[in-house]
Every structure is written in structure tokens, then in C-alpha cells.
């Protein structure tokens, strides 16, 4: 298993890396290029749907993983291929989306259906091969829909979204390698290595963006992951632990938005990790900030993933409440010492 593990995850990240190489030239001769505005937080002309590269990596590196099945327990082996072949689908059916808004071809309204009709089926068909019911379903498709775009609205600096990516899909490789689900943990790795191979092309003065491509995709692979971990029985607690940071962000500015009357549906640059980047931090650094603190909410998740949830592992949670509050205000704290700096200056 360390062996195939090892290999999934490096035929990923080069093979992202290759597709990259090929995939970024015709992007920008084709024009799908996302020139800034003033709700951007970059100052050239930059490759979007750069996405396309990672799914290419995860793809290459699923069938992989899918023959290496095979090949090991032969037509035993077949019934295993179920689960990767929807986790394509399903990423693939997601980017398909996000492409069509990086080429400005569907509506948003389009999108959204889209989005939900897509997540219903998935529910629905994870429910028929499990013991979850309709309120599961139901449920699973919102959070679908939900994580989708909560990562498509954070994806707005060079490197964030990606090293989320890196940390989020390790951890539930972890996770899954812990409650015995190697399956689950292959397809993990095989997006944490297409994070990898893609990050060297968004940091810094970023080459591509993952545009709506990558973060339609990387946000439903998140969601198939965590679905899938849910239903083989893990704390909700340990599923949600790399994401608490995402969510927390999208939520409070979307109510914060709708507590000071504005359009929620008007771009912006309002996101906590916006304000921490217009306060003074460069890009590498927000997005460093932002994996570090979901590294932190993934080991104060440990104790349940060991324990369960019980008693004694409630406090751990505690800190993620420290952590949330330290995030929401840092902006806060970086303007008004600015602002000390600028009147002794």
C-alpha cells in the first residue's frame, strides 16, 4: 500500500505538471485569460482555467490506481472500480461547469442547476449503496452545492486554494488509510498530487489560475471524499476539520454582506483572507497563514478520530472557536496597527 500510494501521488503531480505545460499555452492563445478588475487581487493577465491540468492528473492517477486493482485481485477487483469511476465523473461533470463560466457560455442560473442537479444524483446514488435515506440525500446535496462554491468564492490569491487542497485531501488520505478505507485514500492522493504539481504554476507571479475549471472540480472532489468518509462512519467532526476555515470565511461575509444591505450576487473583495492581503500580507503568505491554520483544526480533530466523539475530546474543538475568532480578526488588528505606524511615521 505505501508503495501504491507513493506512486499514485507522483504519477499525479507529474502528470499535472506535463498537461500544465501543454494546456497553459493554448488557454492563453485561445484567450481564456483573466484580465484584472477591480475585484481582483492581481495586476496581469493571467491564465484562468488552469483547473483543466489538475483534472488531468487526478484522471491519469485514478485509472492508475483502478488497473493496479485489478491487475492484484482480478475480476474481484472489478467491483472496486465503481467508486473511482463516479469520482471522476462527478469532478469532471464540475469542471465541465467551470469551464463554461471561464469561457463565459452559461448563465449563472444555468450553473446553479447544474450544480444541484448534479449533487442530488450523486446523493441519491451513494444513498442506494449505503443505509442513508432521503434526508440524506437531501442534506448531502446541499453540502455539495455548498462546498462547491464556498471554494470557488475563496479562490481569489495565488496558492490558496491549491495548498488547501494539499492539506485538505492528506488529511482525508490520513483519515482514510486510519479507518481501513485504502480506496478512498488512493483517490485522495491522487488529488493532493495534482495540487502539488500545479502549485509551482500559482505561486508567486502566478502562470495560471485554477479559474472555475479547478475550483468547481477540486470543490467536488472535496465533496465526494467527505461524503464517502461520512458514510464508512467518521465523526462529522474529523470530515469538516481542513474545511471549518473555508466555510467560516465564506458565511460571515456573506452575512455580514447581507447585514449591511449589499448585493451578495455583486463581486467583492471583502473575504477575510482579501482583507489580511489588503492589510499588508503578499500573497505566498495569506495562503501559507490559511493551510497552517487547517493543518492546526486537523490535528485538534485527532483525539475524536482516535476516540470517537466522547467527552474527553470535546475540548480539542474548543480551540477551533480561538483559532476562527483569531482568523476574523487579524485583519482588524494588521489595519489599526497601520494605522499607529502611519501617524508616528
Not at 507513493?6 to 505538471?17: F, S
Not at 482555467?49 to 484522471?59: D, E, K, N, V, Y
Amino acid at each position: 500500500m505505501a508503495l501504491q500510494s507513493l506512486v499514485i501521488l507522483v504519477v499525479a503531480a507529474v502528470v499535472t505538471v506535463l498537461s500544465a505545460l501543454i494546456a497553459f499555452p493554448l488557454l492563453r492563445r485561445a484567450g481564456v485569460v483573466d484580465v484584472p478588475s477591480h475585484r481582483s487581487s492581481h495586476t496581469l493577465s493571467t491564465v484562468r482555467g488552469g483547473g483543466i491540468a489538475i483534472g488531468c492528473g487526478i484522471t491519469v492517477a485514478t485509472i492508475l490506481a483502478m488497473v493496479w486493482t485489478v491487475s492484484e485481485d482480478g475480476v474481484f477487483g472489478l467491483g472496486g472500480t465503481l467508486l473511482p469511476i463516479g469520482f471522476l465523473v462527478l469532478t469532471w461533470c464540475y469542471s465541465a461547469i467551470g469551464m463554461s463560466d471561464d469561457l463565459d457560455s452559461l448563465r449563472p442560473a444555468g450553473r446553479l442547476i447544474g450544480q444541484v442537479i448534479l449533487a442530488l444524483l450523486f446523493s441519491a446514488i451513494i444513498a442506494m449503496f449505503s443505509t442513508q435515506g432521503i434526508a440524506h440525500v437531501i442534506a448531502f446535496a446541499v453540502i455539495g452545492v455548498t462546498t462547491v462554491n464556498a471554494v470557488n468564492f475563496v479562490d481569489g490569491l495565488n496558492g490558496y486554494v491549491t495548498e488547501w487542497t494539499i492539506v485538505t485531501a492528506g488529511w482525508f488520505a490520513f483519515v482514510s488509510s486510519w479507518v481501513g478505507e485504502n480506496d478512498i485514500a488512493l483517490l485522495a492522493l491522487a488529488l493532493a498530487g495534482a495540487a502539488v504539481g500545479f502549485l509551482p504554476f500559482n505561486l508567486g507571479r502566478a502562470k495560471a489560475f485554477l479559474g472555475d475549471t479547478g475550483s468547481y472540480g477540486i470543490g467536488a472532489a472535496v465533496f465526494a471524499l467527505a461524503v464517502w468518509l461520512f458514510v464508512q462512519g467518521v465523526p462529522i467532526v474529523v470530515i469538516i476539520a481542513p474545511m471549518i476555515f473555508v466555510f467560516f470565511d465564506v458565511g460571515l461575509t456573506l452575512v455580514l454582506r447581507l447585514f449591511r444591505g449589499e448585493n451578495i450576487l455583486l463581486p467583492h473583495r471583502e473575504h477575510i483572507y482579501q482583507r489580511i492581503q489588503q492589510a499588508g500580507w503578499p500573497h505566498s503568505s495569506v495562503s501559507l497563514f490559511h493551510a497552517a491554520l487547517c493543518v492546526l483544526a486537523c490535528i485538534m480533530a485527532v483525539p475524536t478520530l482516535i476516540s470517537g466523539n466522547t467527552a474527553t475530546t470535546y475540548p480539542a474543538h474548543v480551540f477551533w472557536v480561538g483559532l476562527l475568532a483569531f482568523y476574523a480578526l487579524l485583519p482588524l488588528w494588521m489595519r489599526r496597527r497601520a494605522q499607529k505606524e502611519a501617524m508616528t511615521a
